[in-house]
């Protein structure tokens, strides 16, 4: 007995739309991944600054422009983590070896990190670019520019918190931008670690730890923006 003709060819239909919207689907989810993975998100402006840096220079965030950047805050006296973000800092700069790329490091010690301290310590740090600037100021003023990046500081006025401070690093394209990557959930991740992790996917800091994954993703990025 024949087959209806009208019949056979709504099957045929009910089989290819939904095969098509599968693939289309699929196609979105990876172009999706895709764009995440390639992308940055723009955080907002960096805070407007005017530092002195180790050479008795004022730096401000329009020298900056031009550059991708990354910005700290530390103190040359810091025992714990200061060195290991250095480190990074120091890695990364041989890494990157660009005339386009710095790094801002702003002392929360101005009492204690005069220009000439932060001379010396760049030597001990091994800084070669002339762009790396170790900046010092006035402490009032550095603790609002930290609470401008959103980046923590301890409060000068508390004894014990004074010089506490975040391991977190901005990142900063040439047009003056902090931006950052996603993560995993495709949220914006804001800041990157300046830690060593004692565990290859960064739950644990450890000063000794071997691993450091946001400093292997941050010269990926840095790159992307050098483009």
Known sequence: MPRNK????????????????????????????????????????????????QNNKKITNKDMLGKVYLVEFFFSRCPTICPVMNRNMRFIEDEINSPEFGIISISIDPENDTPAALKEHAKMVGAKSPDWHFLTGDRDYIGKLADQFNIYVGDKEDDSESLNHSGMIALVDKEGNIRCRYNKDHMPILYYSGLNYEDPEGKTPKLTGKYHPDREILIEDIKKLLK
Do not use: S
């Open 6 to 53: 009208k019949n056979t060819t709504g099957a045929k239909r009910k089989v290819i739309i939904p095969t098509v919207i599968f693939a289309l689907l699929f196609l979105g989810i990876g172009a999706g991944m895709g764009y995440f993975k390639k992308n940055l998100y723009t955080v907002m402006k960096v805070p407007d600054f005017e530092l002195t840096d």
